[in-house]
């Protein structure tokens, strides 16, 4: 079955940065784009980023663009969220997420990570 | 930016049909899906497209769309119907927006 595993988060002072990730299993990986999207406590669901299936097409939320990059590693069906100039705004829990289309963006998420949560504090 | 307005809080009774919205400017040119989240779990993906399920769905899941407004359609609401809905879709500027999600209490 699909599994979705995030690791990485953590406390983080303001302006400093993180790196974690999404180990994925139970389907070819390198099939299918990925996603980030997070979730504020008690708030809702905030799409962050995208990847292609073979990396080579990359979006961003404007929230994030120019401060986070999405990456992946087929070899090792993982995929990454590095995380810079971080702010208390981005306190959040991050989910990866499968896209539904097969060699092909959907936009539709039929799979998610049980989150990882990021808290930026000083 | 674009927005999709969900109302904050629905309620229906135990086994009667109840209908959540969705509605913006993008929905003109593309489906709303529609996510499941009950408390301290992830999202589960209930509605996408035109009107799919994934498998495992119960078929008293579905969609429809008219103009600027989704809509998510309980037939027959279970308890275990009780749940944040949110809806989302593509946007031209955004790439993809949420809505703000909809609490539907189950009485």
């Known amino acids: 079955q699909v599994q979705l595993v995030e690791s990485g988060g953590g406390v983080v002072q303001p302006g400093t940065s993180l790196r974690f990730s999404c180990a994925a299993s139970?389907?070819?990986?390198?099939?299918?784009?990925m996603h980030w999207v997070r979730q504020a406590p008690g708030k809702g669901l905030e799409w962050v980023a995208f990847?292609?299936?073979?990396?080579?097409?990359?979006y961003y939320a404007d929230s994030v663009k120019g401060r986070f990059t999405i990456s992946r590693d087929n070899s090792k069906n993982t995929l990454y969220l590095q995380m810079s100039s971080l702010r208390a705004e981005d306190t959040a829990l991050y989910y990866c997420a499968k896209d539904l289309g097969t060699l092909s963006s959907s936009w539709i998420f039929d799979y998610w990570g049980q989150g990882t949560l990021v808290t930026v504090s000083s | 930016s674009s927005e999709l307005t969900q109302d904050p809080a629905v309620s229906v009774a135990l086994g009667q049909t109840v209908r959540i919205t969705c509605q913006g400017d993008s929905l003109r040119n593309y489906y709303a899906n529609w996510y499941q989240q009950k408390p301290g779990q992830a999202p589960v993906l209930v509605i996408y497209g035109k009107n799919n399920r994934p498998s495992g769905i119960p078929d008293r899941f579905s969609g429809s769309s008219s103009g600027n407004t989704a809509s998510l359609t309980i037939t027959g609401a279970q308890a275990e119907d009780e749940a944040d809905y949110y809806c989302?879709?593509?946007?031209?500027?955004?790439?993809?927006?949420f809505g703000g999600g909809t609490k539907l209490t189950v009485l």
């Open positions: 990847v292609s299936y073979d990396g080579s097409s990359k």
């Open positions: 139970g389907f070819t990986f390198s099939n299918y784009g």
């Open positions: 989302d879709s593509r946007d031209s500027s955004s790439i993809l927006v």
